[in-house]
């Protein structure tokens, strides 16, 4: 039996101290059965986002329930992405699982909230 090995940390132990990260793509989430068929209805949200304090590490956050940033679209994340003017994001008491097992390493995490937020202006 593989044995897996976690540690807990917070966003800004991993990133540097910055409390922000760039959106990089946005997925529902599905339960599965015990048989491995994915439900249809979503139940919750997946934001991946690439941390600029680590080298751009990316990092998958998962939102039970509600949409943290219902009125960005994945296609908005691309167009952004493609135009060199990323989406930055405050992930609110976001909490970073770093795992190690057979498979190698990993990190996963959880947040509260999300929300859109502006780098490097005064406006």
Do not use: Q, W
């Not at 793509?25 to 949200?45: C, Q, W």
């Not at 493609?82 to 989406?87: D, I, N, Y």
């Amino acid at each position: 039996m593989a044995t897996t090995n976690r540690i807990e940390t917070t966003l800004d132990a991993i990133n540097a101290k910055l409390e922000f990260a760039v959106l990089v793509s946005k997925k529902p989430l599905h339960s599965y059965d015990e048989t491995g068929k994915k439900s249809e209805a979503a139940t919750g949200t997946k934001l991946t986002v690439a941390l600029p304090g680590n080298r751009f590490e990316p990092l998958g956050i998962k939102f039970e329930g509600t949409d943290p940033l219902p009125k960005v679209t994945d296609e908005m994340i691309g167009e952004a992405c493609e135009r060199c003017t990323p989406l930055y994001v405050r992930l609110t008491d976001c909490k970073v699982v770093i795992y190690s097992g057979s498979s190698g390493m990993g990190m996963t995490a959880t947040a509260k909230a999300a929300e859109l937020v502006t780098i490097g202006s005064n406006k």
